[in-house]
């Protein structure tokens, strides 16, 4: 059974609500900007199908369901070039790595120091 779903010249995985650029299907790794994400209508519905993206200094990822989202995540940190990690459908911010291993560090001497929560 076919779980895409082609719209023009966008493709839509249904199972897992992500809407990406049909040339970059054929990719091992889809890269692109913030800028160059779309949406479903379901992201639009509710946030928690949008695509995923990780923040910059920290381990969190901010949930991306439209155009306003995406704008509102450009303004902050910039349309920074993503990568989809496909093992965790998650978008991988490269720029960002530095500052995130960082904060790992930090988090896991914290954690070495007092135990975790």
Known sequence: MNKTLKINQIAIDKTDYLCYNDIMKN???????????????????????????????EDAHRMIGNERHAQNFIDEFGDVEIVFNEKYKYWKVPAFKVGRDEYGKLKQAYCDQFGSN
Do not use: A, C, Q, Y
């Open 27 to 57: 990719t091992k790794e889809r890269i692109m900007r913030v800028s160059d994400l779309e949406f479903t209508p379901e992201m639009r519905e509710n946030v928690w199908r949008g695509h995923s993206v990780e923040k910059p200094k």
